[in-house]
């Protein structure tokens, strides 16, 4: 697979510079893409095939406090307004987005921001209120760092989670991309990482070196999506597919469950046998041919 990128850098308010990354077909219809936690634009590169096969643009950015995207407070309805002054710049009226693992909520965010001209949304194994979707844990640490948000701490809640993100960032002192995905992935049964092929292995080990270049932006996204939402989902009156793995154990069906439960317009597909790689990296041809067609 050679893909081709196109990148440039769009400044938003505040004069944040915030880089942007298109794939797929130039021409094509226009979806906005929101990255995994952690992540970055990169993580839309495998994704270029699939979309160019269904006339689809995908256009994809920087969080805020990811690579050189400066940070801002947690939100979910913030990064909803970025996504359409992005798509100002670009002169994009109307399109689809997507939401992929932690960028889940943010799809919703965007079709609040502008309803008049999201078309659809795509949830791919998409992070819910996970503290409301899921059974309570009294030894979950994270509930820890939420509560300190929770009682209006929210630097100690930000530390935390920065602290937490500490040896995967470690990671990027090994030496070579090979040696660095395989330490990522040290310990998954081989029978879960079918879809990691050595195109994707080359953009996954270009996306870490970008994402895990300092904590912000993970942390900020466990506070937007993990404290109480800033945005309605009832609201939401565009399709939305939600599309999970009965086997993920990092996002579990329940967070999607929650979310089509309050959603007008939804579309619950949940993927057999798949974990949440599998969910989030090998069904990109039915999540594409789901966008409906503006031509």
Do not use: K
Not at 23 to 32: M, R
Not at 68 to 87: Q, R, W
Not at 223 to 237: F, K, N, Q, Y
Request: net charge negative; proline share 8%.
């Amino acid at each position: 697979m050679t893909v081709e990128t196109r990148e440039r850098i769009i400044t938003l308010g505040g004069g944040r510079r915030v880089p942007v990354l298109e794939v797929g077909d130039p021409g094509g219809q226009p979806v906005l893409f929101h990255h995994g936690t952690p992540s970055s634009r990169h993580q839309a590169t495998p994704f270029s095939d699939a979309a160019r096969d269904h006339g689809i643009r995908l256009i994809s950015f920087n969080r805020p406090g990811y690579g050189s995207a400066p940070n801002t407070s947690p939100s979910l309805a913030s990064v909803g307004v970025d996504t359409i002054a992005i798509a100002d710049a670009l002169e994009v009226t109307r399109f689809g987005t997507v939401g992929l693992s932690g960028g889940g909520p943010y799809a919703l965010a965007t079709a609040l921001a502008a309803p008049e001209r999201v078309t659809a949304v795509a949830v791919v194994g998409g992070i819910g209120p996970w503290r409301l979707a899921l059974p309570d844990d009294p030894d979950d640490h994270e509930r820890d760092l939420l509560a300190l948000a929770d009682a209006g701490n929210l630097d100690a809640a930000l530390a935390g989670f920065r602290s937490d993100l500490a040896p995967d960032m470690a990671l990027l002192d090994i030496a070579t991309d090979d040696a660095m995905v395989d330490a990522y992935f040290n310990g998954i049964p081989p029978t879960e990482l079918t879809w990691l092929t050595p195109e994707v292995r080359r953009c996954w080990a270009i996306d870490m070196r970008e994402a895990l270049s300092n904590a912000d932006g993970y942390a900020r996204d466990n506070l937007a999506w993990g404290g109480p939402w800033d945005i309605d989902v009832t609201s939401v009156r565009c399709p939305v597919h939600l599309y999970y793995g009965d086997r993920d154990n990092l996002v579990p069906e329940a967070n999607g469950r929650w979310l089509a439960a309050r959603l007008p317009n939804p579309t619950f597909v949940s993927f057999s046998n798949a974990g949440h790689g599998t969910t989030t990296f090998a069904h990109w041809d039915t999540i594409f041919a789901a966008f409906p067609d503006m031509q």
